[in-house]
Every structure is written in C-alpha cells, then in structure tokens.
C-alpha cells in the first residue's frame, strides 16, 4: 500500500521455537506445517494485504481510510476470529496424519496469538522488495513483547481500542509496559478463544485422508532434509 494511515496486524505462532525439533525428519516436517498453517492464516485474513511472512509470523495491513466510522476494531476482531479458526482447523489436519515424527504430532501444542495497531506508515522499497516502515510499524511489532499470560489473545494498542467503533463484546483486560523506543503505552487485550466462540467440530478425517496428509508432507518436507531449503526463523526485534 502507499503511505498513509493503516490497521496493522500481526499474527504470530505460539511455542514455535519447542515445536522445531533437531531431528532432521521432524524438523522438515515442521517447517511444512508451519508453512500450511501460515498459509491458512493469511488467506483467512479478508481485507487484509500480506506485508511479509517474518519467520514463524505473518505481518498485514489494510488501509485505515478503507474503514468508515471508526471500524478498525471490528475489522480487526473479525480478521483474528477468521484467522484463529482456520489455523486450529489446519492444526487438526496435520495432528491427523499418520506420521509419528515430532513435527507432526507435536502441532498440536501451536497456538496463535495477535497483535494490532493504527498509525502511520510509509513505503521503503530495499533491493526491489517493498516494505512498511515507520514508528507505528516498529510499535506493533514490540508489542509482541509483553506481559499477557494466556496463550491466545488479541492485543490492542490504546490507539486502536479507542478508534471508535464497537467494542469487543468480551471484556478488555488493560495493560500497561514500556516499549524500547516508544515510551510507556498503555494497551488491551482479549481472549481470542472467548471472542470466537467454541470452535465448529471439524470432520472425522478418513483413512484415505490421513494417507494423502502424510504423503503430500513428506515430499514438500523432503527439500528440507536435503538441505536444498533452509529452515523459517523468527525474524530479529525491531
């Protein structure tokens, strides 16, 4: 997008550094499933334009000026919900696979947590490759940094929460921490797991299923163990 004002949003895998294995095979497979499950992720994301796959998280925007009313805080919360249930719908296909290597067993223990903020934006282009940069874009990424205690959440920075619009129909918890950098913010958060609702029970996956899985991740994985593409990193703090 040009420059100008932007919801920013980051959708970040929870327990990632456990979940990569050292074995070779599982850690190949992990990078599969990470993979699918960011893809997953993104595509739920309507609205929304991919920025960059940063490691083990995807980082989007979508134009403030897009939204009338102040919208953004109902555009984000309907973004994480759609993002949340395609993830864990992605997680049950890979834990049902027949193969018992770590990286596919062990997705089950992923989660997916959110980070969201309002501001000012300008486009960089480095090398040919466009990027986002401004203070606000370093501000959503510290906030992935911070003192929440639940697994999955959605975190809102005061800008955004108080954007107008609808509230969260589940209550706010507030915090409050010291970004390098920012200074001393104030933010919101939420379970996401209470903004979605129970999860819709996924289909029993059948025999055939579960073979077709298992095959289609070890030949994407195979590159990998091969040594011919290397492994997602989380990307350095801003």
Request: charged share 20%; with cysteine; glycine share 10%.
């Amino acid at each position: 997008m040009a420059s100008g004002r932007a919801l920013l949003l980051i959708a970040d895998i929870g327990g990632y550094t456990d979940y990569m294995g050292s074995h070779r095979m599982s850690l190949a497979h992990a990078e599969v499933n990470t993979g699918r499950l960011l893809e997953q992720v993104v595509d739920a994301a309507r609205g929304f334009d991919l920025v960059e796959i940063e490691g083990d998280a995807a980082f989007l925007v979508r134009r403030a000026d897009t939204l009338g009313g102040g919208a953004a805080l109902a555009a984000t919360t309907d973004a994480a919900v759609a993002m949340h249930r395609a993830f864990h719908r992605e997680r049950h296909y890979v834990v049902s696979n027949l193969c018992p290597c770590n990286g596919c067993t062990e997705a089950s223990n992923l989660t997916l947590k959110f980070v969201a903020h309002v501001g000012e934006v300008a486009t960089q282009t480095i090398r040919q490759r466009r990027k986002l940069v401004g203070i606000d874009v370093i501000q959503v990424h510290r906030m992935l940094k911070n003192p929440v205690d639940i697994p999955e959440y959605v975190l809102f920075s005061d800008e955004l929460y108080r954007a107008g619009g609808t509230p969260p129909p589940d209550p706010a918890h507030e915090i409050s921490q010291d970004l390098e950098g920012i200074g001393p913010v104030r933010e919101w958060f939420v379970d996401v797991a209470e903004l979605a609702g129970p999860l819709p029970p996924p289909p029993a996956p059948s025999w055939r299923g579960r073979l077709g899985r298992t095959v289609g991740v070890a030949g994407a994985g195979m590159p990998y163990m091969l040594g011919l593409r290397r492994r997602r990193r989380p990307a350095p703090a801003l």
